[in-house]
C-alpha cells in the first residue's frame, strides 16, 4: 500500500543538527512532491517547505529557509529533513507528507518522527 | 504569511449532532482551502481538498463550504470515531498555513 516512513525519534542537544528521513513505498516517489510538516506540542501543524522528487526543486518556508535543506535520494525513494542549529523550540513531531497530484492537499502523511532539544 | 482564524476552538456534542466548524483567512485565497482530522499521537488525515471536495474514502457526513475568505466545515450525525482535533490549511501561497484547530469533544 501506499506509505511514508519515517526514521525514529532524536534527542538532540541545543547547536546540533539532525536530519530525518522519509521513506516512499507503493507509488512512484519521482511522481509526488514531498512536503515536510512540523508540530509542535499542543500547537497546530506548521509547513516547512517541499521538494520535487523528479526536477530537485526546493521551495522552503521563510522562517526556516536558513537552517533547513531537504533532498532526496531518488535511488532509494527516501526523502530527507535536515535541521540545524537546534533550539528548545525546534522540538517538535516532524512528518512528511506527499502532496496530492489533483490538488494543493497532503493525500499520504508519514507517522511523524519526534525531535527532543534538549540540553 | 495568510493567517488562519479557526472558531470555535474547542466544542461539545453528542454522537448524531450536527456540528460546524468555521476557517477564515486574513486574505483571499479563493479555494485552496483544505481540512484535516487529527486524532492524538496520529498525523493528520486529509478530509476535504479544495474548500468542497471529500477525500476519497472519507464518509460523506462531512462537508466543505466556502470561497474567498470564508469556509465551514461541518460533519452530520457525528460518530463516535469523529472525536478529534480539526485543522483548516490555504494552500493559495506559501507559505501554506494551518489554521489554530478545533477540538471536537464529547459532551
Known amino acids: 500500500q501506499v506509505q511514508l516512513v519515517q526514521s525514529g525519534t532524536e534527542v538532540k542537544e541545543p547547536g546540533a543538527s539532525v536530519t530525518v528521513s522519509c521513506e516512499a513505498s507503493?507509488?512512484?516517489?519521482?511522481?509526488?512532491?514531498i512536503h515536510w510538516v512540523r508540530q509542535a506540542p499542543g500547537q497546530s501543524p506548521e509547513w516547512m517547505g517541499w521538494?520535487?522528487?523528479?526536477?530537485?526543486?526546493?521551495n522552503y518556508a521563510e522562517k526556516f529557509r536558513a537552517r533547513v535543506t531537504i533532498t532526496r535520494d531518488t535511488s532509494t525513494g527516501t526523502g530527507y529533513l535536515e535541521l540545524i542549529s537546534l533550539k528548545s523550540d525546534d522540538t517538535a513531531v516532524y512528518f512528511c507528507?506527499?502532496?496530492?497530484?489533483?490538488?494543493?492537499?497532503?493525500?499520504?502523511w508519514g507517522q511523524g518522527t519526534l525531535v527532543t532539544v534538549s540540553p | 504569511d495568510i493567517q488562519m482564524t479557526q472558531s470555535p476552538s474547542s466544542l461539545s456534542a453528542s454522537v448524531g449532532d450536527r456540528v460546524t466548524i468555521t476557517c477564515r483567512t486574513s486574505?483571499?485565497?479563493?479555494?485552496?482551502l483544505n481540512w484535516y482530522q487529527q486524532k492524538p499521537g496520529k498525523a493528520p488525515d486529509l478530509l476535504i481538498y479544495?474548500?468542497?471536495s471529500l477525500q476519497s474514502g472519507v464518509p460523506s457526513r462531512f462537508s466543505g463550504r466556502g470561497s474567498g475568505t470564508d469556509f465551514t466545515l461541518t460533519i452530520t450525525n457525528l460518530q463516535p470515531e469523529d472525536f478529534a482535533t480539526y485543522y483548516c490549511?490555504?494552500?493559495?501561497?506559501?507559505?501554506?498555513?494551518f489554521g489554530q484547530g478545533t477540538k471536537v469533544e464529547v459532551k
Open positions: 507528507a506527499r502532496g496530492a497530484d489533483y490538488a494543493d492537499a497532503f493525500d499520504i
Open positions: 507503493g507509488y512512484t516517489f519521482s511522481d509526488f512532491y
Open positions: 521538494i520535487n522528487p523528479d526536477s530537485g526543486a526546493l
Open positions: 486574505r483571499y485565497v479563493n479555494t485552496y
Open positions: 479544495s474548500a468542497s
Open positions: 490549511q490555504q494552500t493559495y501561497s506559501t507559505p501554506w498555513t
